[in-house]
């Protein structure tokens, strides 16, 4: 009974809570019309989750790995300080011409550095203490990402991964290598006495670890 009401409640939630972005609309409905894997976008209500986190952190910088068309960049560039920046990473030229179109007309696109290129060999060279990183990429990399990192977030910094649950297949005793390194990556922070982790079953599953 509950699976049917589902779709109602979500709509009830819709009705709720605070609208996004003209522009942030208009992003997501031309990602779905022009891309094949349109399901990678953050969407409205991971966007407002990861827009209202960075309005109460009030961070400074902000990396992200992962742009695809923009859409989650825009939402947590909306809790940046007057004079903060977000940078955001991605690997492939195929979302361009969706993220200049349409990502660029929104007002908060002017504190965004978009870089293009391997996060893994960009990281390196980005010396800032992150408030917020946001990881969003290839989901074997999350291990390797987190090892660059951590020496780069202070004490009340987050770290907010998705794609935690990766389709419920962490829960398989066979994993392919992707879910290994989630789960690993999973493990990890919970076990680490460096991070406070929560999962949260928010679409594939989306974590957030403070920095002790």
Same mark, same amino acid.
């Given at each position: 009974m509950y699976a049917i009401q589902l779709k109602d409640l979500n709509a009830y939630c819709d009705v709720h809570s605070h609208s996004e972005d003209p522009f942030l609309k208009e992003l997501e409905r031309q990602t779905y019309l022009q891309t094949i894997a349109p399901q990678m976008i953050s969407g409205r209500?991971?966007?407002?989750?990861?827009?209202l986190i960075s309005k109460l952190k009030?961070?400074?910088y902000i990396l992200e790995i992962?742009?695809?068309?923009?859409?989650?960049?825009?939402?947590?560039?909306?809790?940046?300080?007057d004079d903060g920046k977000l940078h955001t990473i991605e690997i492939s030229d195929d979302f361009d011409h969706i993220r200049d179109q349409y990502a660029m007309q929104s007002p908060v696109a002017k504190k965004i550095v978009w870089h293009k290129g391997d996060a893994a060999t960009l990281i390196p060279d980005m010396n800032y203490s992150w408030d917020i990183v946001f990881?969003?990429?290839?989901?074997n990399q999350y291990i390797a990402y @987190?090892? @660059? @990192?951590?020496?780069?977030?202070?004490?009340?910094s987050l770290l907010i991964a998705d794609n935690v649950l990766w389709?419920?297949?962490?829960?398989?005793?066979k994993k392919d290598e992707e879910t290994r390194i989630l789960d690993l990556f999973n493990k990890r922070l919970k076990n680490s006495t460096d991070w406070d982790t929560q999962?949260?079953?928010l679409r594939d599953g989306i974590?957030?670890?403070m920095k002790k």
């Amino acid at each position: 009974m509950y699976a049917i009401q589902l779709k109602d409640l979500n709509a009830y939630c819709d009705v709720h809570s605070h609208s996004e972005d003209p522009f942030l609309k208009e992003l997501e409905r031309q990602t779905y019309l022009q891309t094949i894997a349109p399901q990678m976008i953050s969407g409205r209500i991971q966007g407002r989750f990861l827009s209202l986190i960075s309005k109460l952190k009030r961070p400074r910088y902000i990396l992200e790995i992962g742009t695809f068309t923009g859409y989650s960049a825009l939402c947590l560039a909306e809790g940046l300080t007057d004079d903060g920046k977000l940078h955001t990473i991605e690997i492939s030229d195929d979302f361009d011409h969706i993220r200049d179109q349409y990502a660029m007309q929104s007002p908060v696109a002017k504190k965004i550095v978009w870089h293009k290129g391997d996060a893994a060999t960009l990281i390196p060279d980005m010396n800032y203490s992150w408030d917020i990183v946001f990881m969003d990429a290839a989901k074997n990399q999350y291990i390797a990402y @987190l090892d @660059l @990192l951590e020496k780069n977030m202070k004490p009340g910094s987050l770290l907010i991964a998705d794609n935690v649950l990766w389709y419920g297949k962490v829960l398989e005793e066979k994993k392919d290598e992707e879910t290994r390194i989630l789960d690993l990556f999973n493990k990890r922070l919970k076990n680490s006495t460096d991070w406070d982790t929560q999962i949260f079953p928010l679409r594939d599953g989306i974590s957030i670890s403070m920095k002790k």
